[in-house]
């Protein structure tokens, strides 16, 4: 009986805007990462860039849970807005920590290896960009948001692959030399492998919305 009240109801599709507006900041974010591992002059303008995108994400996000609590028909379950707009921060929050780290250890120089890591960032930003409208219509869209997901989740596994040969490349070259070398170019490995997971988390949200109401 709810549900056929529900289907009556009219929907609130402000949501779908508000989740448009996030992931271009998402991408913008992760499009200033990618410059900045070009290292240089630009690594500091472009670290404030995306401490500046991910404080308006913030804003979004917040924009998102307060509809939640005021909207009396959402477009999908509320607890999966939640978890899908949490997970776009996290991913937006992950960005901003490795500029943190950059900044902490004042690097202006960054490994190939990090910079085809950025490369992946990026691709898996602009495919959650393009899967998010599609939730719209989710029972049209289902397939083509299915695929899309499985390429956010190559990406992820080509990150892992990538990581870890940076891993590797950084013991060759400081391991028993230079350990804080070593250390740091580590940690921003790990850092931007940990971005990828959470653009991963994104696309494992969206999957599990097409599975509830398809």
């Known amino acids: 009986m709810l549900g056929w009240f529900r289907r009556l109801m009219p929907r609130e599709d402000k949501f779908f805007d508000l989740f448009e507006a996030h992931s ?26 995306i401490i500046k995108l991910e404080n308006d994400a913030d804003a979004i996000t917040r924009d998102v849970l307060m509809a939640v609590r005021k909207s009396f028909i ?79 989740m190559r990406a992820e596994e080509r990150a892992d692959e990538l990581h870890d040969l940076g891993l590797k490349d950084l013991f060759r070259k400081y391991g028993r030399n230079d350990p804080m070398a070593y250390m740091i170019g580590s940690e921003l490995y790990a850092e931007l492998e940990k971005v990828v997971d959470r653009l991963e988390d994104v696309a494992n949200e969206i999957s599990g919305i097409v599975i509830e109401n398809v």
Do not use: C, Y
């Open 24 to 49: 271009q900041k998402l991408v913008a974010a992760a499009e200033a990462l990618r410059k900045l591992l070009d290292g240089g002059e630009g690594v500091e303008r472009h670290g404030r860039d």
């Open 74 to 152: 959402t477009p999908f379950d509320r607890g999966d807005i939640k978890d899908l707009i949490q997970s776009m921060d996290d991913a937006i929050d992950m960005m901003r920590k490795t500029v943190k780290t950059v900044t902490l250890f004042e690097q202006a120089e960054f490994d190939p290896l990090m910079r085809q890591m950025g490369d992946l960032i990026v691709e898996a930003s602009r495919l959650t960009a393009k899967s998010l409208p599609l939730l719209a219509n989710v029972t049209v869209n289902a397939a083509q948001l299915g695929a899309l997901a499985e390429e956010v």
